[in-house]
């Protein structure tokens, strides 16, 4: 149950489109379309962003979007807002009624 | 509306106990897999634990397994963790989740536990 690896921290001007990967094994993110992202800010409980892989929840901004190659997943943001500011975790089923959360990922609008 | 509320957190010893409690409202409780998932004072999120909606079926975190029980009284809308033989690493907040899809899209505001002598 190695943590998925996130970039330590990822950073865009207002307007601008980011990309967080997320990178797992052939166990976790490779064998299940069930990546989860996260939102957290400071202070805060974590909310969700993206479910199986590129479903967005009811009220999320369509800025946000998932997708899935191989054993890595990622979290696009476009059109990066000032309130994008936050860490992000992803997280991935990974078989046997476990789960296994990535490293997380400080986004920084400059 | 969706409420999760944490409670039992606090200052216990090393190889000492504790029983988090998770109250929860706005749902069919007992229609539903809940988690645990903890985070260390500035560190990342860690998932813990999984139990099915009708307690049938858990899963656990290899740091804490044999350690650590999840339970649920759906009778009384609420999740538990039973965490036994605590150590310093497992000083964390503890949030409760709700399952949906294997993602958890609501939770609580979380309680700290603080394992120190």
């Known amino acids: 149950q190695s943590a998925l690896t996130q970039p330590a921290s990822v950073s865009g001007s207002p307007g601008q489109s980011i990309t967080i990967s997320c990178t797992g094994t052939s166990s976790d993110v490779g064998s299940y379309n069930l990546v989860s992202w996260y939102q957290q800010h400071q202070g805060k409980a974590p909310k969700l962003m993206i479910y199986e892989v590129s479903k967005r929840p009811s009220g999320v901004s369509n800025r946000f979007s998932g997708s899935k190659s191989g054993n890595t997943a990622s979290l696009t943001i476009s059109g990066l807002q000032a309130e994008d500011e936050a860490d992000y975790y992803c997280?991935?089923?990974?078989?046997?009624?476990?789960?296994?959360f990535g490293t997380g990922t400080k986004v920084t609008v400059l | 509306e969706v409420q999760l509320v944490e409670s039992g957190g606090g200052l216990v010893q090393p190889g000492g106990s504790l029983r988090l409690s998770c109250a929860a409202s706005?749902?069919?409780?007992?229609?539903?897999?809940m988690h645990w998932v903890r985070q260390a004072p500035g560190k990342g999120l860690v998932w813990v634990s999984r139990i099915k909606y009708d307690g049938s079926s858990t899963g656990y975190a290899d740091s804490v397994k044999g350690r650590f029980t999840i339970s649920r009284d759906n009778a009384k809308n609420t999740l538990y963790l039973q965490m036994n033989s605590l150590r310093a690493e497992d000083t964390a907040v503890y949030y409760c989740t709700k399952d949906s899809g294997s993602s958890s899209d609501y939770w609580g505001q979380g309680t700290l536990v603080i394992v120190s002598s």
């Open positions: 997280c991935s089923y990974a078989s046997s009624n476990t789960f296994v």
């Open positions: 706005g749902f069919t409780f007992s229609s539903y897999w």
